[in-house]
């Protein structure tokens, strides 16, 4: 499943960011998602996760309540809405699918196949 992420650049603290993953997968549907961020220096972090026909969801605390996934799976696409940017959001945001399409994994084991990450850079 090849994955391609768009949309990361720079914002000011307190702006709005939308990123984008699309595949060309058939079988995109069969793929629960899940958005990725790695700050330099810091892990690896799970952000948001969405089951493979939109329901259910799954955020992480830092996250909840400022950004929102979605998909469109007539597009193969994979959304994440961010609202209210903080410098700590700065990061490269990676997009995943996983096999587990009925759920929304919170592990990142769970996923199999990655983009190649777009940048988010959030100034104060």
């Known amino acids: 499943v090849d994955l391609v992420e768009s949309g990361g650049g720079l914002v000011q603290a307190g702006g709005s960011l939308r990123v984008s993953c699309s595949s060309s997968s058939r079988t995109f549907s069969s793929y629960a998602m899940g958005w990725f961020r790695q700050a330099p220096g810091k892990e690896r972090e799970l952000v948001a996760t969405?089951?493979?026909?939109?329901?259910?969801?799954y955020y992480a605390d830092s996250v909840k309540g400022r950004f929102t996934i979605s998909r469109d799976n007539s597009k193969n696409t994979v959304d994440l809405q961010m609202i209210n940017l903080k410098p700590e959001d700065t990061a490269v945001y990676y997009c995943?699918?996983?096999?587990?399409?009925?759920?929304?994994?919170?592990?990142?084991?769970?996923?199999?196949?990655w983009g190649l990450g777009t940048q988010v850079t959030v100034s104060s």
């Open positions: 969405i089951a493979g026909h939109g329901d259910p969801t």
């Open positions: 995943a699918a996983s096999n587990f399409y009925a759920t929304a994994p919170v592990t990142d084991d769970k996923f199999i196949f």
